[in-house]
């Protein structure tokens, strides 16, 4: 299983991005759990956002919530991080990761350790 996301770049604050996590060599992708975590320089990865496999159960971190969607598409093999209103504060590397595995508790998508692949990061910076 390969991941690749895109979709970073340079924007004012105010502005919106939509990132990208593409799913190589996976079947049924959509059985597979994707979140989306940051990276701040000098900080911890913290988890931003979670869509859970099958039904598409959205989650979001409350410094997000309101301004971030995360959406799949199913037939492209994709999940989209759209990113609005966005405020220096959400400057980082953004990863992407996947999971299909049982999880014994409710909230495993908040912890990196329970995703088994990743993508490789792609920075996103809130700049005037």
Request: charge should be neutral; hydrophobic fraction near 30%; proline fraction near 2%.
């Amino acid at each position: 299983v390969q991941l690749q996301a895109s979709g970073g770049g340079l924007v004012q604050p105010g502005g919106s991005l939509r990132l990208s996590c593409v799913a190589d060599r996976i079947q049924d992708y959509d059985y597979y759990a994707v979140g989306w975590f940051r990276q701040a320089p000098g900080k911890e990865r913290e988890w931003v956002s979670c869509i859970s496999s099958r039904e598409g159960t959205t989650y979001y971190v409350g410094s997000v919530r309101g301004r971030f969607s995360i959406s799949r598409d199913k037939a492209k093999n994709q999940v989209y991080l759209q990113m609005n209103s966005l405020k220096p504060e959400d400057t980082a590397v953004y990863y992407c990761a996947a999971d299909g595995s049982y999880h014994s508790y409710t909230t495993w998508y908040k912890d990196r350790d329970e995703y088994a692949y990743w993508g490789q990061g792609t920075q996103v910076t809130v700049s005037s």
